[in-house]
């Protein structure tokens, strides 16, 4: 079975900016969730989605959203890019209905905001 | 407010030595708890606790969970430079996976 993809991988934006991250879960994973990586914050959770709803949210400003369409596929977008936004952003998919046991997580997209 | 502790923040070993990680929680609602390894990469799961007093053991690797003190343990056995990474510890409270912030471990040959 292939793993989670992420696309990009890198990404380098201007403050002010938008941008748009991909996530594709492992086949048959129906549970995605984002996290915001960062050295002085470790992995900070940034929303659950399932069946193409968003099941849970962290606490992050609404210039953070997400969507996940049918085929469990998920996108990220940040509006607004400030320079505290650069950071890994890794995404995990679950294989079970709830989200608490294992996730399997994609490589990131290492974001870069200047 | 629900956290994670993790500790030591970093150590640094011999090979050959014994390790223990520690994790300590506060959550609401307990659900939990997953231990994974990261290198220069995405984390990779290692063990998934949910009963006090049951060991998970994966080679030179095993780990507990005590709910009653609110805590878990890493123990890596014979380390060796490959186990040189990040570990992190998280707990699901049925909403989310709240993370530590890790424990950075390198093993000099």
């Known amino acids: 079975k292939a793993g989670v993809t992420q696309t990009p991988r890198y990404l380098i934006k201007t403050r002010g900016q938008q941008v748009t991250l991909s996530c594709s879960p492992i086949s048959g994973h129906r549970s995605v969730s984002w996290y915001q990586q960062t050295p002085g914050q470790g992995l900070q959770f940034l929303f659950e989605?399932?069946?193409?709803?968003?099941?849970n949210k962290g606490n992050f400003p609404g210039r953070f959203s997400g969507r996940q369409f049918s085929n469990s596929r998920s996108e990220m977008n940040v509006s607004t890019l400030e320079l505290g936004d650069s950071a890994l952003y890794l995404c995990?998919?679950?294989?079970?209905?709830?989200?608490?046991?294992?996730?399997?997580f994609g490589p990131g997209t290492r974001l870069t905001v200047l | 407010e629900d956290k994670v502790v993790q500790s030591p923040l970093s150590l640094v070993v011999h090979e050959g030595d014994t390790v223990t990680l520690n994790c300590s929680y506060e959550?609401?609602?307990?659900?939990?708890l997953l231990w994974y390894k990261q290198e220069k990469k995405a984390p990779t799961f290692l063990f998934m606790l949910?009963?006090?007093?049951i060991e998970k053991k994966s080679g030179r690797l095993s780990s507990i969970l005590d709910k009653k003190e609110l805590f878990s343990i890493l123990n890596i056995t014979a380390t060796q430079t490959g186990d040189s990474a990040v570990y992190l510890c998280?707990?699901?409270?049925?909403?989310?996976?709240?993370f530590g912030t890790g424990t950075s471990l390198t093993v000099i040959p």
């Open positions: 998280a707990v699901h409270t049925g909403n989310q996976f709240y």
């Open positions: 989605y399932f069946s193409e709803t968003q099941r």
């Open positions: 995990a998919s679950s294989p079970a209905d709830r989200a608490y046991n294992e996730q399997f």
């Open positions: 959550v609401t609602n307990f659900r939990s």
């Open positions: 949910t009963s006090s007093g």
